[in-house]
């Protein structure tokens, strides 16, 4: 049975593609369409890839180089081993911003770590948060997502950044991922 399946397969016109209807397989004309689906990610799925292996972070550090002495850097990121890296330019693909970087390992394990990353405030408000809104998060990081979401809105919003303007985003930071307050 397997090897007739396989000739009639061979047999058919190569410009057709096989789909799976209720069991059955069923050629279909519309190989771009087909192509098209299987390239393209889906919104659900990369909200659970984010659930698993995604970080909304926002870090405080010293910078001697600004006003104040301290920078706030916001960071969307997902992160996958060396061998699952084509996921994350497809991801990144998908949002057309961000960066895949390499984060080359020197301990005993066997694959470099690769992180797909988004630092732009512009890019962060105006294509991931919008995309985290209409897409929402099924795990814990929702909540660190909101605070995340918070955070960019403000610095989006005021250029200022002051001793005021500190200590409201790190008030604001430690309520996220589980962190300690800080002392600035």
Same mark, same amino acid.
């Given at each position: #049975?397997?090897?007739? +399946?396989?000739? &009639? ?8 593609? +096989? ?5 059955? #397989? ?13 390239? %393209?990610?889906? $919104?659900?799925? !990369? ?11 926002? @870090?405080?550090? %010293? ?9 706030? /850097? $916001?960071?969307?990121? !997902?992160?996958?081993?060396?061998? @699952?890296?084509?996921?994350?330019? &497809? ?12 984060? =080359?390992?020197?301990?005993?394990? =066997? ?12 890019? +962060?408000?105006?294509?991931?948060? $919008? ?11 929702? &909540?660190?997502?909101?605070? /995340?979401?918070? !955070?960019?809105?403000? #610095? ?10 500190? =200590? ?7 309520? #996220? ?8």
């Amino acid at each position: #049975m397997l090897r007739s +399946l396989c000739i &009639k397969l061979l047999r058919m016109d190569i410009t057709k593609v +096989l789909c799976y209807h209720r069991g059955n #397989m069923k050629p279909s004309d519309n190989i771009s369409h087909a192509d098209e689906k299987q390239e %393209r990610l889906d $919104p659900s799925w !990369i909200v659970g890839f984010t659930d698993g292996e995604g970080c909304f972070t926002i @870090s405080i550090i %010293r910078n001697i180089t600004t006003k104040i002495g301290w920078q706030v /850097f $916001p960071e969307f990121v !997902i992160s996958q081993g060396e061998k @699952s890296k084509d996921v994350l330019f &497809k991801i990144q693909e998908y949002f057309s911003c961000g960066i895949v970087k390499i984060n =080359r390992r020197h301990d005993t394990h =066997r694959e470099h770590m690769y992180r797909y990353c988004v630092r732009s405030i512009k890019e +962060l408000d105006e294509i991931i948060i $919008p995309f985290f809104d209409k897409y929402q998060l099924h795990t814990n990081k929702r &909540k660190d997502f909101l605070i /995340f979401k918070r !955070i960019v809105k403000i #610095m989006s919003e005021s250029s200022i950044r002051d001793d005021k303007f500190l =200590r409201k985003v790190s008030k604001i930071v430690s309520l #996220m991922n589980n962190k300690k307050k800080r002392r600035i």
